[in-house]
């Protein structure tokens, strides 16, 4: 009669494995080939055909839209090209008349200037400042917050047209107000005095929208930090300067960014006075009325163009060195 075979442990002793081994049973393995395999996963053509569609569009868009005319604009600033004859290399022919024989280019060069200084050092403080004070949780906040952002929603142009009822010699509100109805101001046909009131009305929509930026900032402040200020004994001042403004920084740099873009293409509000012009020149409508007006000097304008984008480039790439550079933090 054959015994059945009886299972041993590898020291040859069968009554350890009624006892219980003490070696550690095997950890199970993880699967990896299961992970390696999710993460070298290959996309369907179904997921190729939907990203192609998505980002192509936008690809597409993006190039035809923006890149395009911006390559095109700079080879076309190098020619006399007028839209209907052959283009001929003109050199840097446009930019040496832009320069010395071309008197409007330099009066909408010194609008540009004005009209960024004023957005940037009365129009950006005065929406600092609604902000601090609509941070304060003051009565009537949300109303005064609605009012002072209103004019955010409206475009530029209609801005204008307003600029136009308030500022008008015949039948504006302005020369009403102050009493000026027997010998009106000609606030809008004025050289002298029309850039800085229209400027005022641009810095009416600006003020609300840099008034929400910092509201949001303010907002995102940690308490506890001015109470430790105040605590150490600064007063509202110091701890608004010295504690809370350093935290808002990357607001300021939106914040500049946003003001200079603002100053640089401006374009709506002075279009719908005037045209832009008789004292209301600006880069824009240079532009505009080179390439588009009866002049129709493409190369010209081209011209004033890829020297309005390289200011704007030098702008953006600050803000994207800044931006990078907290990221890598």
């Known amino acids: 009669m054959t015994l059945p075979a009886v299972n041993r442990d590898p020291h040859g002793d069968p009554d350890r ?16 080939a299961r992970r390696r395999g999710r993460r070298m996963r290959r996309f369907t053509r179904r997921d190729v055909g939907v990203l192609g569609v998505v980002v192509g569009a936008a690809l597409l868009l993006d190039i035809g839209l923006i890149w395009g005319p911006t390559v095109a604009s700079l080879g076309l600033s190098f020619t006399d090209w007028n839209g209907i004859g052959d283009l001929r290399w003109h050199g840097t022919e446009n930019y040496h008349d832009l320069a010395n024989e071309y008197p409007p280019f ?9 009209w960024l200084a004023f957005l940037g050092l009365i129009a950006t403080p005065l929406g600092l400042f609604f902000a601090v004070l609509l941070d304060k949780q003051i009565r009537f ?3 005064y917050q609605s009012a002072f952002y209103f004019p955010v929603v409206l475009s530029l142009a209609v801005v204008g047209f307003i600029a136009q009822l308030v500022y008008s010699r015949d039948y504006g509100a302005l020369n009403a107000i102050i009493g000026r109805t027997d010998s009106p101001t000609d606030w809008l046909g004025n050289p002298d005095i029309n850039i800085w009131v229209v400027m005022v009305a641009a810095a009416w929509r600006h ?13 995102a402040v940690d308490p506890a930090l001015k109470e430790a200020a105040v605590i150490d004994g600064a007063n509202e001042a110091q701890t ?41 020149e600006l880069l824009s409508t240079l532009i505009t009325e080179n390439i588009v007006g009866e002049a129709s000097r493409i190369g010209f304008g081209s011209a004033i163009a890829v020297i309005l984008l390289a200011i704007s480039v030098g702008f953006i790439a600050v803000y994207l060195s800044q931006v990078f550079r907290e990221d890598g933090r």
């Not at 494995?17 to 990896?32: C, D, I, K, L, M």
């Open 207 to 219: 003020v609300g929208y840099v008034m929400i930026l910092y509201l949001a900032g303010l907002k």
């Open 17 to 32: 494995r009624r006892e219980g081994s003490t070696q550690p049973a095997p950890t199970a393995r993880p699967p990896v």
């Open 106 to 114: 330099w009066r909408a060069a010194r609008n540009n200037v004005l």
């Open 141 to 143: 906040s949300r109303f």
């Open 240 to 280: 608004f300067f010295q504690v809370v403004f350093p935290t808002l920084r990357p607001v300021n740099i939106i914040v500049l960014v946003i003001t200079v873009i603002e100053a640089l293409r401006a374009f709506d509000i002075v279009y719908a006075i005037n045209k832009g012009r008789n004292g209301l």
